[in-house]
């Protein structure tokens, strides 16, 4: 159900598309992010001896800050509505499973996602042989499994934002 009034548009403008695209592009940051982190713990998972120097880098210790690129959806999100003059807002379904979709993911990814991440961290700085300590599997294959989820519930936001139903 879209809020707009007959005769009315949908809100258009360079503001608007500027907004739009800041928030298209947080959504594909955060994607990237949180793909990239898979793929390094997959490549963690997957090695039989030292870790590439690139896999170390990545797992270097300290805040996963582009991840959290995922907040700046909804703050692009509700000025995008803000700037619909009433065209869309919240009580429309597509807007509202938008945000549920969003709210699942990032308590996904503040939860389990990131917290594993930081697991992995932790262990690859305290082992410096070729073998991969267990708990650091562990974190790994937590870290592929939430990945996943975050990616399907951001993925099922995108297709709600975008057919509107």
Same mark, same amino acid.
């Given at each position: 159900?879209?809020?707009?009034?007959?005769?009315?548009?949908?809100?258009?403008?360079?503001?608007?598309?500027?907004?739009?695209?800041?928030?298209?592009?947080?959504? +594909?940051?955060?994607?990237?992010?949180?793909?990239?982190?898979?793929?390094?713990?997959? $490549?963690?998972?997957?090695?039989?001896?030292?870790?590439?120097?690139?896999? &170390? @880098?990545?797992? *270097?210790?300290?805040?996963?800050?582009?991840?959290?690129?995922?907040?700046?959806?909804?703050?692009?999100? @509700?000025?995008? +509505?803000?700037? *619909?003059?009433?065209?869309?807002? +919240?009580?429309?379904?597509?807007?509202?499973?938008?945000?549920?979709?969003?709210?699942?993911?990032?308590?996904?990814?503040?939860?389990?996602?990131?917290?594993?991440? &930081? $697991?992995?961290? $932790?262990?690859?700085?305290?082992?410096?042989?070729?073998?991969?300590?267990?708990?650091? &599997?562990?974190?790994?294959?937590?870290?592929?499994?939430?990945? @996943?989820?975050?990616?399907?519930?951001?993925?099922?936001?995108?297709?709600?934002?975008? @057919?509107?139903?």
């Amino acid at each position: 159900m879209t809020m707009l009034a007959a005769g009315e548009g949908p809100p258009t403008g360079p503001a608007f598309t500027v907004v739009l695209v800041g928030h298209v592009a947080s959504v +594909l940051v955060a994607l990237a992010v949180v793909v990239a982190g898979a793929v390094s713990a997959i $490549r963690v998972l997957t090695s039989t001896g030292e870790l590439a120097p690139s896999v &170390r @880098a990545y797992f *270097s210790p300290g805040v996963n800050w582009a991840g959290r690129v995922l907040y700046l959806v909804p703050v692009f999100g @509700a000025a995008l +509505l803000a700037m *619909s003059r009433g065209a869309y807002g +919240l009580g429309a379904t597509w807007v509202d499973c938008g945000i549920g979709l969003w709210a699942a993911a990032t308590m996904l990814a503040e939860g389990v996602l990131w917290p594993a991440e &930081r $697991r992995v961290q $932790r262990g690859l700085a305290a082992s410096h042989g070729a073998e991969v300590p267990a708990p650091v &599997r562990r974190a790994c294959r937590t870290m592929c499994l939430a990945a @996943a989820g975050v990616i399907a519930l951001v993925v099922g936001a995108m297709v709600v934002m975008f @057919a509107k139903p």
